[in-house]
């Protein structure tokens, strides 16, 4: 009888509790060795030396040995098993669950629990606690010698019939525990961090804001729209001159006032808050239902502005140069920002141009020719100037003969034709063969300033006369043939197309040097005068020379631009013109009529 009871203890021991190393299915039956090893082991511990056991005479123990090596991995729980051994063999189960039940140990760990489980305490049976639980399951006999175990293999949680037969509240045993019970897994909680409408304020900066709106809003009164203008600065942090587009586009109704609860609701309660600045005036500027700017989204700004900037006010009495200062700085805006040219600028292209801050320095600085981007009054003068000396019959169009006066005529015929071709980019003048203002606009930018990547683009087109994204070699001895005609009717030495081409590769450096990519030329600083060398003499000329004036002007100012030096010149050479004309004259009129008094 203590035989047969061994051999139940010996069925009902389960390898994972008695640290045995992971054995591969049928190991035991096709490996008597690890069988015998097993037994051994088995005799040495103090539950099996009391049976007093013959083990050369006793015919139950032999058949104990026997049954030990027949023993199916199965029912030892090794970890290596086929998916779904246990489901497809239910008897296993039971008798494996059935034998585990009358250990006396496991009655001890199941009543202990249930005493935790009552009196609320964790229920924690690893080896390493010192609750009750570990020192009834340190209890349990070991088939190897204290300190002599070898390690568990790490134990995969995919895969494992065990550990999907025992749930998601399975996890690596312990040391000398008898029952693999452990908590649920914590689960890290990742912060949402996409808000389709925009991220909530947190609670400490919508008290800041509220607080704020207390002194400004008085009694609960709504404010109008002279009144608005603390609130941009001071609650939303943005320029001045945006404040009557965001009081109307809070107050849509239309009723002259915006009260607490209004400016509450849209400022704060739809998110705009937390937006970064270009969101915030993207917000406030586009249409409902549109995710783009257009040009008459800047148009009230401007007009505000042009209302209230001192630097500005001489403009007062000359509203239809207002008009024109405000159509050439949206020009440039969008010359400048809006890169694919449809006239729909994004929140992205918003972000990554340079418009929010120059209307923050706008908002600070009094003198507003000290803006350079975009809002100067005087690169405004410079380029209206510009558009009126070549527009000889003031219908506000220019022709293709208008246009190669430009410059002193220092464009080719070529290249005029390219522009007038709309290849660079299509007129908005609705008149046939006619270049309108916001053409000129475009035309003057790219022409003055070749280092910009707007004008590398323009010129770009011009000289690729296939379009397959490539300046060959063919196609600037085109442009420059004409160029050499010029030279040779101005008696100056001609540079055949050979020796430039030379210096064109050297100074650019292509990936190919058989041809030109708009890629290789943004990469160089002095692209730019690859184009003045194949069709305007005269900077070709001055490139040729390096004029040791300029190249110190250049190198004292590295912030200014080639636009920024070329307006900062004319406008001195208008002025001095104007001056001229005034103290010869006696009137401050440079044109005729009226249209000339600001300036």
Known sequence: MEVEAARRDASALDPELLQLPELAPGALRENSTIADALYTQWLVLPETTKLDLDTDS???VEAARRDASALDPELLQLPELAPGALRENSTIADALYTQWLVLPETTKLVKSLIEDAKGGGALNVAGSSASTNAASSSSLPSMFPAGSAPPLSPRSTAGSPRVMRRGSGAGPSTLGSPLKLVSEPVREVIPQFYFKNGRPPPKDLKEQCLSRLDHLFFAGEGLQIQEFRPVIKDICKLPSFLSGVLFKKIDAACSGTVT??????YWINENKITLDTPSQIFEILRKPGCSYLTQEDFKPVLKELLATHPG???????????????ETVIYRIFYSINRCGNGHLTLRELKRGNLVAAMQQLDEEEDINKVLRYFSYEHFYVIYCKFWELDTDHDFLIDKENLIRYGNHSLTYRIVDRVFAQVPRKFTSMTEGKMGYEDFVYFILSE????SEPSLEYWFKCIDLDGNGILSTNEMQFFYEEQLHRMECMAQEPVLFEDILCQMIDMIGPENETYFTLRDLKKCKLSGNIFNILFNLNKFMAF????????RQERENPTLTEWDRFAHREYIRLSMEEDGEDASNGSGDVWDESLEAPF
């Open 58 to 60: 006793n015919p139950e």
């Open 260 to 265: 607490r609860d209004a400016f509450i609701a």
């Open 312 to 326: 500005l006010e001489f403009l007062q009495g000359t509203p239809e140069f207002q008009e024109r200062y405000a």
């Open 448 to 451: 003055e300033d070749k280092s």
């Open 544 to 551: 040729e020379t390096r004029d040791p004036f300029l190249i």
